[in-house]
């Protein structure tokens, strides 16, 4: 048998190998078959395009247009250049590395189990976790004064104040060490033709550019422009809401090199209607929000109203924000809005795909915008591998799978802000969170607490919520069961403790029926009446 080196393979023989390979290739890339077609047509020929020399790969790589380059749309490009596709990157702000100032929002975030996944995907984790801060409860400021702690889960359970802007650079840095991907800052996204897979972006040179590409991945945030493109589309379910309250950010500056409050918590200064809370950042610093209805925040005009205003309702919060900065960054910029974003589906064919605030914008009370996002990204992984990277499945396959879920967390954020607001002032509420922690420490598998479900685990948003329905009203029955138990027994004492005298004269009327069946006749004398 001859060696391999000198073994003649017949033109059949070499095609027959080649479209096994590719199937292999196929599978981690994604080529298409007409691809496939072509390039094995190239190669039997020698056409010209490869005989030039040409790197195959180049070819057979999908392109993927990622439009946004924040969180969301950073963390989407490092798993989806994992695949080895061609990813670009089109972000309309400019480098925020190297940007003087950092436009956008900057409400801290709330890192937790479902993000953390996300970013231990691509090797992330570790990196990000070690410059977060562990919050491990609430903790309640009265108006008062007094403060009460309410833990989030176990001892071991916290979430991890982050910092927006330097997660976003992480994660840009992360993208830029993969060779296949090119990140384009100061590009705009002008027109979206998904049917296509062509869209149109304006850099710095003001000049419209056509680009090709095989998916485009909408990552631009709640005011999407990939999705104002699809809202066009037959089918497509859009709906916005805007609530009526506003947030405004203030700080609290570092006290004696240290922190000014008790770090390892999220404070809340909860007020029915409205509250503030404060996050911890590395610099010992704190990162206030206020959130109150835009009727409340147009009647504090003149700094007098905005110090009347803390020292009635936040008096505590005064002295460590201090009162010149409070009256001077009050009005550094009015109270910005808060919008929910529901949409279905979340994919047009096999070309375009919405994920993050694109996809479902939610508000910030349950701390799930962002990880709600990542997940988003860890569930299109998780489906890419799952269907071997054939979008033609994959993205029905997501807008199914996902759009329950996103729509229970926006539903859920909702809720929480109440929660937060006005439901931690009320002692019942403190019980049942003691009952619900009690449960869970004996049935651990069997009764979860909503937060824990949401924040500690990756069981699905839609079906925390059913769960959670369930399990509340085994709480309500097992509590009116021992109220209703307390109840009687309350009574039952009660009566012992009775004096006999009024107790003998309740048994008369039953002693006088007893007496006129023995004797024919009735006698009304009492016990006393001798």
């Given at each position: 048998m001859l060696p391999l080196s000198s073994r003649e393979i017949s033109p059949a023989q070499t095609m027959l190998l080649a479209h096994k390979c590719w199937a292999l290739v196929s599978i981690k890339t994604g080529a298409s078959l007409c691809e496939r077609d072509r390039v094995l047509h190239c190669r039997s020929y020698n056409c010209g395009e490869h005989s030039a020399g040409m790197d195959s790969s180049d070819i057979q790589r999908k392109k993927v247009a990622v439009i946004g380059g924040g969180l969301v749309g950073s963390l989407n490009a490092c798993f989806l250049a994992k695949r080895n596709f061609q990813v670009d990157v089109y972000e309309a702000r400019e480098d925020i590395r190297v940007a003087k100032s950092a436009r956008g929002r900057?409400?801290?975030?709330?890192?937790?189990?479902?993000?953390?996944?996300?970013?231990?995907?691509?090797?992330?984790?570790?990196?990000?976790?070690?410059?977060?801060?562990?919050?491990?409860?609430?903790?309640?400021?009265?108006?008062?004064?007094?403060?009460?702690?309410?833990?989030?889960?176990?001892?071991?359970?916290?979430?991890?104040?982050?910092?927006?802007?330097?997660?976003n650079k992480d994660l840009l840095n992360a993208v830029e060490k993969y060779p296949n991907v090119k990140v384009h800052f100061g590009h705009k996204l002008l027109k979206c033709s998904p049917e296509g897979g062509v869209i149109t972006v304006l850099g710095s040179d003001k000049v419209p550019k056509d680009v090709t590409c095989d998916l485009i991945v909408g990552c631009d945030g709640a005011y999407s422009t990939v999705r104002s493109h699809l809202m066009k589309k037959p089918r497509f379910d859009y709906s916005q809401k805007y609530i009526p309250h506003g947030y405004m950010e203030l700080t609290i500056p570092p006290k004696n090199g240290g922190y000014a409050m008790e770090p390892n918590y999220l404070h809340i200064w909860p007020r029915n209607t409205f509250m503030m809370i404060a996050l911890p950042n590395t610099n010992k610093s704190f990162t206030c929000t206020l959130f109150m209805p835009f009727e409340e925040f147009e009647k504090l005009l003149t700094s007098r109203d905005v110090l009347d205003f803390f020292h009635k309702y936040f008096p505590d919060s005064v002295p460590l924000i201090g009162e010149q900065a409070l009256a001077q960054d009050f009005f550094l910029l009015p109270a910005q809005a808060m919008i929910s974003v529901k949409c279905s589906s979340f994919h047009f064919k096999s070309h375009c795909v919405l994920m993050g605030d694109a996809a479902h914008a939610i508000v910030p009370f349950f701390g799930q915008g962002m990880n709600a996002g990542f997940e988003d990204c860890l569930v299109f992984d998780e489906l890419m591998d799952k269907f071997h990277n054939d979008l033609s499945m994959c993205l029905p396959e997501f807008s199914r799978f996902r759009i329950p879920d996103d729509h229970a967390i926006s539903d859920l954020s909702m809720y929480n802000y109440i929660e937060m607001r006005s439901h931690v002032n009320s002692p019942l509420f403190i019980f049942q969170k003691n009952i619900e922690r009690f449960l869970h420490a004996i049935m651990p598998s069997t009764f979860i607490p909503l937060y824990t479900m949401v924040t500690?685990?990756?069981?699905?948003?839609?079906?925390?919520?059913?769960?959670?329905?369930?399990?509340?009203?085994?709480?309500?029955?097992?509590?009116?069961?021992?109220?209703?138990?307390?109840?009687?027994?309350?009574a039952y004492l009660l009566i012992r403790s009775m004096s006999l005298r009024p107790l003998d004269y309740?048994?008369?009327?039953?002693?006088?029926?007893?007496?006129?069946?023995?004797?024919?006749?009735?006698?009304?004398?009492?016990p006393w009446s001798h």
């Open positions: 900057s409400i801290n975030l709330a890192l937790s189990y479902r993000g953390r996944q996300a970013l231990k995907a691509i090797g992330l984790e570790d990196q990000i976790v070690s410059q977060g801060i562990p919050m491990r409860a609430r903790m309640i400021h009265s108006l008062s004064g007094k403060k009460t702690a309410i833990p989030y889960g176990t001892k071991s359970q916290y979430i991890l104040s982050i910092s927006r802007e330097n997660l500690f685990s990756r069981i699905r948003y839609h079906e925390a919520v059913l769960r959670w329905h369930r399990q509340r009203k085994v709480i309500n029955k097992g509590v009116f069961f021992f109220g209703t138990l307390i109840a009687i027994s309350s309740l048994r008369r009327p039953w002693d006088w029926v007893t007496n006129f069946h023995n004797t024919g006749y009735v006698s009304l004398q009492t």
